[in-house]
């Protein structure tokens, strides 16, 4: 996820960008650029860091650059490290050509590989840069034409904003899947990927659909789809403050994200799945030889992660039938576990610098393990300290409960399972296949119970005094159990349990009475029988009792005092839509409580100290 500003008008833009690409900062910051049409040709400033950073460049004079059409970003690292030469704006070979982007170009290496073989030469790691060199090849044609084409050839989720050194006065933008608003002016037009970059100037949006090319003049803007037919914009005044478009109009950052899950799953698929349903993860850079050597998987983590990493055991020995031993990293390092050259570690962190998993990389990288880190930062420390490292791509996760990174870690570690299934020989081709139809089913399945989420908070609100909660789930529901406990306990402050509901009757059953409330996570698996006789035993004791079921579970919804309905999926991909209503039913009970759930009180998103 990265910001994109573009501007054309009268002022200068340098300042109209910078303070754009301020108001974007929480969508990336690890660097950022602006590109300004000038006299002399495009005038290209960048560099790795924030917008402060950016800014002392500027200052500098030698990045400073008068014009009064513009095009900037700040990036959120997905191909190429954090550094200067990754910073976008990308250009060609003749510098006469400028490009932004935000989102994933699937097929980028094919692009690379061709333009390299017509001469192109590439500065960056970027999947960006063959935008830029793709701008170049076609010459002087029009430049709508070109970003048409472009988009025609570049696979996957994008936005862009094109600058040409030969038409001084034109900025280009397109979009697919990424978001991409215009800012409509008196003789001058904004692009932003997100409402708060412009509001400052104009409350008069223009909302650019799929496939649509824009380009902005100061005299006005005009829309075409691929096929160049002229598209109406849909114009809306925009009624918000500054502070609320920062949160795109959620209540909470932690809101906003829960409702960004499917864009972070798209994100986090794309390129991983081919058209013949077979799982590519060319990060690990393993032969099949060195992915049937490996003889035991550990999995490292702590919070959310573990929870994300539990669900990982299930998959990869379901999946590959290697033993998959999990720890709390907190606790790894002091165990003396054993571990050799033959021993997988995967350590999952959302942020990639939590003291206690990195530590246990660090300790399984010197027993000489092969250490693949799996985070959503690129170039955290742990990612430096891996041999391999496996993103998600959820975009910067500003509350501090974490919920997309979490969805992203479920369907990464079901890649992973399916992944080293495939390469070590252990899976047939046919549950390859439906496993990984499903998973690509995720982010519209995601998106359809997103649907009812005001129903889901309207349930959980007759909740908002509960004192003590249950949550109970069997095989790969109960990390499910697990991180819906978690969530309630760290935003709504409500003493809450995840348990494997099997394990009830040995304790802690003698806690359930009337007046407690147990969620039972019971999607479809092997165990559904089983979790409802758990169900029962708590019933008759006279709790109170919410299920998260699987759309049409007759025999569930008979014995529930309420539902929380999610779609059909199969048992090891089901856990993702099936945290979903357990995030809002956190989410709901905090807000109803009046607490602030962005955050919650003795907590940090990052925990650097042991
Ligand atoms: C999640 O909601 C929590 N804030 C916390 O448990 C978190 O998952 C944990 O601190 C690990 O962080 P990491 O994923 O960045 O390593």
């Not at 955290?380 to 990174?405: F, H, N, Q, W």
């Amino acid at each position: 996820m990265c910001g994109i500003v573009g501007y054309v008008g009268s002022k200068p833009a340098q300042s109209v960008l910078v303070n754009g690409l301020a108001r974007l900062e929480y969508r990336g910051y690890d660097s950022a650029g602006i590109a300004i049409m000038g006299d002399d040709g495009i005038g290209v400033t960048r560099t790795a860091g924030r917008i402060a950073d950016l800014v002392s460049v500027i200052n500098s004079e030698q990045g400073s650059y008068a014009g009064s059409v513009g095009i900037g970003h700040t990036r959120w690292a997905t191909h190429g490290a954090p550094v200067t030469k990754n910073a976008h704006p990308h250009q060609d070979c003749s510098a006469t050509v400028a490009v932004v982007h935000n989102g994933i170009i699937e097929n980028y290496i094919q692009l690379r590989d061709e333009l390299i073989a017509q001469g192109h030469t590439f500065t960056s790691d970027t999947d960006t840069e063959v935008l830029a060199h793709m701008v170049e090849r076609m010459g002087d044609q029009p430049l709508e034409l070109v970003v048409r084409n472009i988009m025609e050839k570049a696979e996957g989720a994008l936005a862009i904003g094109v600058v040409r050194a030969s038409d001084p006065e034109l900025v280009v933008a397109a979009r697919r899947g990424s978001p991409l608003v215009i800012g409509l002016g008196e003789d001058e037009n904004f692009l932003a990927s997100d409402i708060p970059a412009i509001l400052e100037h104009t409350r008069r949006i223009a909302i650019v659909g799929d496939d649509n090319v824009v380009s902005l003049r100061s005299s006005g803007i005009a829309i075409t789809d691929l096929a160049g037919n002229p598209v109406e914009p849909i114009v809306r005044e925009i009624e918000w403050d500054l502070e609320s478009a920062e949160r795109g109009g959620y209540d909470d950052f932690m809101l906003k994200e829960i409702f960004e899950q499917p864009t972070a799953l798209r994100d986090t698929l794309a390129g991983r799945i081919d058209e013949h349903h077979r799982i590519h993860l060319p990060e690990l850079d393993l032969t099949a030889r060195e992915a049937r050597a490996i003889d035991k998987v550990f999995v490292v983590a702590c919070g959310t992660s573990y929870h994300a990493g539990l669900m990982a055991k299930y998959a990869i020995e379901r999946w590959t039938r290697l033993p998959v031993e999990i720890d709390i990293a907190s606790e790894f390092r002091y165990r003396d576990p054993v571990l050799d050259d033959r021993t997988m570690v995967i350590g999952m962190s959302q942020s990639g610098e939590t003291a206690d998993t990195l530590a246990a990389l660090e300790y399984a990288q010197a027993q000489g393990a092969y250490v693949v880190a799996t985070t959503n930062v690129v170039d955290s420390s742990m990612a430096r300290v891996a041999d391999a490292v496996l993103y998600t791509r959820a975009g910067p996760e500003i509350g501090v409960a974490s919920t997309k990174t979490f969805v992203c870690q479920l369907v990464l570690m079901q890649l992973l399972g399916l992944y080293l299934g495939q390469i070590r020989g252990a899976l047939d081709g046919a549950t390859i296949e439906l496993m990984a139809k499903s998973v690509r089913a995720l982010p519209e399945q995601v998106e359809q119970l997103l649907e009812h989420a005001d129903d889901i908070m309207a349930m959980a609100r007759k909740y908002k005094d509960v004192k003590d909660v249950f949550f109970l789930g069997r095989g790969a529901s109960f990390p499910i159990a697990l991180e819906g406990a978690l969530k309630l306990k760290e935003i709504a402050y409500v003493r809450a349990e995840g348990y494997p509901a099997g394990e009830m009757k040995h304790g802690p059953i003698a806690l359930i009475e009337k007046g407690v409330l147990v969620i039972g996570v019971a999607t479809s698996s092997h165990l559904h029988a089983k979790t409802l006789s758990n169900m029962e035993e708590v019933k008759a004791r006279s709790a109170t009792l919410l299920m998260v079921l699987t759309e049409g579970d007759i025999d569930g919804q008979r014995m529930a005092d309420d539902i929380a309905w999610v779609p059909h999926a199969p048992e090891l991909i089901a856990p993702v839509t099936a945290v979903i209503p357990l995030q809002l039913f956190a989410y709901a009970i905090s807000k109803a409580r009046g607490l602030d759930v962005d955050k919650p009180r003795n907590l940090a998103k990052t925990v650097t100290v042991e």
